[in-house]
């Protein structure tokens, strides 16, 4: 007789230690290699914050603020909503997880754009809700029919936008029909993981659209443009009922005392943000259309990463990139994700699809 394991479990993938980028460059004999998998910041935190995370170390004999009062107030202020509109959380997918548990449970169904972020099947399977993913249309959010697919047993609803792993972003006008047709009793989280890198004015802002409606959460993070993806913070803007179950259902203590402090003093640097999200824009357009040159099919991007729509080839051309010390994300028998880097990580990658994409056709 072994442990009874929850069923549900047998579908999912363990995470286990593996080979990492300092592995990698040593196998090959390289100083280091340029991992671009990860749509991390390139830059490490912002300057003004390196210092703010030391003296925060110094306190870590005690437990966090577990209501984080001090990021709570500075987020509010922030987003310009009330402190009862705002909950911490162990980085977006730490609120997914609180979201799932106060939301769905079993025979429920929760509807997400597929391709999208590979952690929402992941943790609506382990929510014992059933997953319903509806495919990207022309590497989007095909809007019209994820309204279609909402019926009465939907509790809950993904809109990734900027979308990951293709970039793409969906307009105002389509976003607030959709949330039209979704019932009220549906609610819709819309993850804006990579909202500072968005210059589409086109693109909403998810927090004017969830001022108006109860049944939206905006989900961001301090992982991406404010380079604490370690540090694991992210927050959710709703109406007080669903902050307060959010809130209900987290683990005690879950964002650390560092992460906290970091988080509020990156919130203060907004200078110091504008700067790096400035070049990690000017660089993304740079390698779209370096590799639009090349003949690949690139969708227009509002994130800090690429999507090489390469099918098939996929995986051969991210093993042959790994052979050459560049780690970038396939997705088999769909495309390529790659991060935007620093300039010369880059032109490294440039030079490698150069290498093995070859001439443009034609
Ligand atoms: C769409 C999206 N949401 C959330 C996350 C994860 O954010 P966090 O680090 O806050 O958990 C990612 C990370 O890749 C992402 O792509």
């Not at 005690?62 to 202020?77: F, H, S, V």
């Not at 095909?142 to 972003?169: Q, S």
Request: aromatic share 6%; net charge negative.
């Amino acid at each position: 007789m072994s442990v009874h394991l929850r069923p549900v479990l047998g579908g999912l993938k363990a995470y286990k230690p593996g080979r990492s980028p300092a592995d990698i460059a040593r196998e090959l004999g390289l100083d280091a290699a340029v991992k671009l998998a990860s749509n991390e910041s390139a830059y490490g935190p912002l300057p003004s914050v390196l210092d703010v995370i030391a003296a925060a170390a110094a306190g870590i004999n005690r437990y966090p603020d577990m209501a984080a009062t001090e990021l709570t107030t500075a987020l509010a202020k922030h987003c310009a909503v009330s402190t009862d509109q705002v909950a911490i959380g162990c980085g977006s997918v730490g609120l997914y997880q609180q979201l799932l548990a106060a939301v769905v449970g079993p025979g429920d169904e929760v509807l997400y754009a597929w391709r999208s972020f590979e952690v929402y099947p992941i943790l609506v399977g382990l929510s014992g809700a059933t997953a319903v993913p509806v495919p990207l249309r022309d590497a989007t959010h095909d809007l019209e029919t994820m309204a279609a697919a909402v019926h009465d047993r939907t509790r809950m609803i993904f809109v990734c936008n900027p979308n990951n792993p293709t970039g793409t972003a969906v307009h105002a006008a389509d976003l607030e029909r959709f949330l039209d047709a979704v019932p009220d009793d549906v609610l819709v989280i819309i993850d804006e993981a990579y909202r500072e890198f968005v210059t589409d004015p086109d693109v909403p802002d998810g927090l004017e659209l969830a001022a108006g409606r109860d049944n939206v959460a905006v989900l961001r993070t301090m992982s991406k443009a404010y380079g604490l993806a370690g540090l694991r913070v992210g927050y959710c803007v709703s109406a007080p009922p669903v902050i307060e179950a959010l809130r209900k259902v987290q683990l005690p203590f879950t964002v650390s005392t560092v992460a906290q402090a970091a988080a509020v003093a990156s919130l203060a640097a907004g200078d110091e943000l504008l700067e790096r999200v400035r070049a990690t824009v000017a660089e993304r357009s740079r390698v779209a259309d370096a590799l639009r040159g090349l003949g690949v099919d690139v969708p227009a991007t509002e994130a800090n990463f690429v999507w090489l729509s390469l099918g098939s080839d996929a995986v051969p051309f991210a093993t042959s990139c790994e052979q050459r010390g560049l780690i970038v994300r396939p997705f088999d028998g769909d495309g390529v994700r790659v991060t935007v880097g620093a300039p010369e990580e880059n032109d490294r990658f440039l030079s490698v699809a150069a290498d093995l994409l070859g001439p443009p056709p034609g």
